[in-house]
DNA sequence: CCATCAACGCCAACAGGTTCGCAAACGCTT
DNA sequence: AAGCGTTTGCGAACCTGTTGGCGTTGATGG
């Protein structure tokens, strides 16, 4: 009853490399970009799963050996383009300018990985509302991921006496994280033009620096 | 061709009060109520309009003459129990202790408002996640009066010094507000026992109120 | 009293994500 | 070659939120 796909990329692969697995990883591959193509065109909500699994060249129940839902298509597409970007980051940092700075420049990748689709943001974002689907799991993943190189960031920053030595990073990177992701919705829902959920994430960022408290 | 209805509390009643507004208003009752029972016996993703139809005693379909979208349904409870809550607060609040204790005091009114349905957090955030549709608005609308209370809060706590002077109060309500939100979230997700979930989201303000940077 | 109109109500149907049951493809073992 | 297990494929059906079209109710105005 091995009724669920395995995840795309890892998958203990517990057998000599089978002619099928090839023809699934070629499915897949034709799947992945019918489903990218169609939802930059449409919107995810107007990608119809009938309609990609007619670009892919499969029937619509076919989809699901591939995935467990919807989100996950796009979830797929997330993950890659997102792991691409940050080990590029990663080469791109230098570990030695001023945390503000370095943290800055981490957001404006980010931002140039999510501005394109608001869809990345906002079905991320709602596949963490269905807590029992495997989506939600994969979507807070990728938020982990993303969490975990602030996270990074800032422990550089402690160890050069850049930041307060008692920080808790985890807690100070997710909330870095949160409020570059709620001014993103906020752009999303047509509340922020681009310009201005750029700025805002700046603006929170400086906050959190800062601190809410007086300095006296 | 008014299909929309109304909005449940306001909602410009241009006529004298009907007889029929009156039979409305006894339905949105018995709707509201079978929605609030059911959705607190099976949670509201295993809750079928059909069901919530039955238990009210209407056609399923006669819903949407007092609804927009079943999100709704729920955002209807949580503007009626949070309302309520927020004056409670702002009964309570004395204005006059230290900034960082009325805060706390606020997150527990929240806490213990929301702390009894994970849906409250989860659904009101899948709501945002369909800005075309008017429950997005709607829930937007809730978060954005929770974080005016906490822009209050910080606003008095401005003006007696005990934050700094040059504070932007919406970024750091908001800063605040999202931060709690993401605990809760991770609780809805299982990740966090609601203990756990307190204590992120205290250490999660000590952390706005110091900032990240250090204080040479 | 009748025409009108707004609010309300409901059956049927639709739409789109998801599941079911079964079959084909493919490799492995005997 | 035959049997077996696993992966992949698919049409039909299911589930549930939502819409369409039409009927009912009750107040209002001439």
């Known amino acids: 009853m091995a009724r669920a796909p395995r995840e795309p990329g890892r998958g203990a692969v517990r057998r000599r490399d089978d ?38 060249g499969m029937g619509t129940s076919s989809i699901y050996r ?3 839902s919807k989100e996950e298509l796009l979830i797929w597409e997330l993950a890659e383009l997102q792991s691409e970007a940050w080990t590029r980051f990663r080469a791109s940092d230098d570990k030695v300018s ?18 394109s689709q608001p869809d990345f943001t906002v079905i991320a974002l ?14 807070l993943k990728l938020a982990d991921q993303t969490v975990a190189i ?20 985890l807690a100070a990177a997710n909330a870095l994280f949160q409020v570059a992701s709620s001014a993103r919705m906020s752009w999303a829902n047509g509340l922020l033009t681009e310009k201005a ?17 007086s300095r006296s």
Not at 98 to 115: D, K
Not at 156 to 165: E, I
Not at 197 to 213: M, N, P, Q, T, Y
Request: include cysteine; charged fraction near 35%; charge should be positive.
């Open 19 to 56: 002619g099928r697995l090839e023809r699934g990883r070629r499915t897949r591959r034709r799947l992945r970009e019918a489903a990218r193509s169609l939802i930059n065109e449409r919107g995810f909500d107007h990608a119809t799963l009938r309609d990609i699994a007619e670009r892919a």
């Open 150 to 169: 602030l996270a990074e960031i800032l422990q550089s920053g402690r160890k050069n006496r850049d930041l307060d030595p008692t920080l808790d990073l």
């Open 126 to 139: 709602r596949a963490a509302t269905y807590p029992p689907k495997p989506a939600a799991r994969a979507s």
């Open 66 to 68: 591939h995935v467990r």
């Open 197 to 213: 959920c750029r700025k805002s994430i700046e603006a929170s960022v400086d906050l959190l620096f800062r601190g809410i408290g």
């Open 98 to 115: 001023p945390t503000r700075e370095r943290i800055g420049r981490f957001f404006e990748v980010q931002h140039q990985l999510l501005a």
